[in-house]
């Protein structure tokens, strides 16, 4: 089985721009996280999705946005980019059975961003 | 807001030898998740626990949930340049939650 796959792998921006990324899960995971990773703050959740509804979200501004397609599939939006927002975003997928448990988060190479 | 602290942020290791890796937190751990990741690349699953007490395995690797479920640690045992990489733990911050608070990270190098 294929695991998380993500596009592109590496990106290069200038600030003011506007970046999508892409998050393919593992077949049969219905539950997408986003996290960034920078040197300084580690590991930082951005949002979950399950079932195209948006369900967890971190503490990051509106211009971090996202969503999931009917397929799983999920895209991450950052709008009028900072040179803060350079970092390594991952994504995570997990078979999610019920609610109230918790499942296994597999994660993808991540999407390097560059912000110029 | 929960806060994971990982001990030690660094080790070095001679080859063969063993070390542990401890995961602390100062609240109660739902789904300890613990993971390996070389530099700037994805994380790699190694183990989830979830119940006070619980202990799982897999080839060199134990890892260990507290009773209390607020300490975790990873045991390597007759460790291999293969281990070498970033170890981190996350946690739910509450059940069912899939929203992941992570550590900051043990680098582990391993010398011949």
């Known amino acids: 089985k294929a695991g998380v796959t993500q596009t592109p792998r590496y990106l290069i921006k200038t600030r003011g721009q506007q970046v999508t990324l892409s998050c393919s899960p593992i077949?049969?995971?219905?539950?997408v996280s986003w996290y960034q990773q920078t040197p300084g703050q580690g590991l930082q959740f951005l949002f979950e999705?399950?079932?195209?509804?948006?369900?967890n979200k971190g503490n990051f501004p509106g211009r971090f946005s996202g969503r999931q397609f009917s397929n799983s599939r999920s895209e991450m939006n950052v709008s009028t980019l900072e040179l803060g927002d350079s970092a390594l975003y991952l994504c995570?997928?997990?078979?999610?059975?019920?609610?109230?448990?918790?499942?296994?988060?597999?994660f993808g190479p991540g999407t390097r961003l560059t912000v110029t | 807001s929960q806060e994971l602290e990982q001990s030690p942020q660094s080790l070095i290791v001679q080859e063969g030898k063993n070390l542990t890796i401890n995961c602390t937190s100062s609240?109660?751990?739902?789904?300890l998740y613990w993971y390996k990741q070389k530099y700037g690349e994805g994380l790699i699953f190694l183990m989830m626990?979830?119940?006070?007490?619980e202990e799982k395995s897999h080839e060199k690797i134990t890892a260990k949930l507290d009773e209390k479920k607020q300490q975790s640690s990873l045991h390597i045992t007759a460790s291999q340049p293969s281990h070498a990489g970033i170890y981190l733990c996350?946690?739910?911050?509450?059940?069912?939650?899939?929203?992941?608070?992570f550590g900051t990270g043990t680098r582990l190098t391993i010398i011949p």
């Open positions: 077949s049969g995971h219905r539950s």
């Open positions: 999705y399950f079932s195209e509804t948006q369900r």
């Open positions: 626990l979830q119940k006070g007490g």
């Open positions: 996350g946690a739910a911050t509450r059940p069912g939650n899939e929203k992941l608070t």
């Open positions: 995570a997928s997990s078979f999610v059975v019920r609610t109230g448990g918790s499942y296994e988060q597999y």
């Open positions: 609240k109660t751990l739902y789904g």
